[in-house]
Each structure stands twice: as C-alpha cells, then as structure tokens.
C-alpha cells in the first residue's frame, strides 16, 4: 500500500471522495456496504421525490466549503453520495412512466 494514504480507512475515504462514489448501495437488497446511520438516512429520504431531494443535496454542497470537523465532513459527503443516487433513481423511475 502506499505510503501517502497511510491506512486502509484512508484509502478507502480518498478513493470515495476523489471518484464521487461509495461503498454504500442505496437500492441494494438490505443496502449492502452502508452503515447504520446511512440506512437510516436512506430510509427517511427514499420516500422524497426528485424535486424533494434536489434542494437538500444543494444545500450540502453550499456547506462543503465550510469548517467542520473530519467526521461530520465524511458523513456530508455520505449524505450527498446518498442524495445524488436517490435523485437518479427517481429520475430514472419518472422516465420509464
């Protein structure tokens, strides 16, 4: 493993944000790779329609620029991951009616 990346965890974190992907399958059978909290942030907002989840996944991306903590930066960057294929989803739903 490379030296600059130090451990696994920070691979797997680095890999995540500069791809804009996840180990979380948000319409995955039991959401495979997501952890407890994601599960319940996906839950609350699969209901959403398109339109519902867009000004929340805009509102994330205006705070990305602001101070915080590493732990509440990965968990905004979870949730946008989460918003963005949530949004898709419903898009891609609207297209087949």
Same mark, same amino acid.
């Given at each position: 493993? @490379? ?14 944000? *500069?791809?804009?992907?996840?180990? @979380?399958?948000?319409? +995955?059978? +039991? %959401?495979? #790779? @997501? ?7 996906? &839950?609350?907002? !699969? $209901?959403?329609? $398109? ?13 990305? +620029?602001?101070?915080? %903590?590493?732990?509440? &930066? ?7 991951? !989460?918003?963005? %294929?949530?949004?898709? +989803? $419903?898009? *891609? #739903?609207?297209?087949?009616?």
């Amino acid at each position: 493993m @490379c030296e600059e990346l130090g451990d696994e965890q920070m691979m797997f974190d680095y890999i995540e944000e *500069a791809g804009d992907t996840g180990l @979380c399958l948000v319409f +995955g059978e +039991g %959401n495979p #790779g @997501c952890s407890e909290k994601e599960i319940g942030y996906i &839950k609350k907002m !699969i $209901a959403l329609s $398109a339109g519902e989840l867009e000004p929340k996944l805009e509102r994330l991306v205006s705070m990305e +620029g602001s101070s915080m %903590n590493p732990e509440l &930066k990965k968990w905004l960057l979870q949730r946008k991951k !989460i918003l963005k %294929n949530l949004i898709k +989803g $419903a898009s *891609a #739903g609207s297209d087949e009616l």
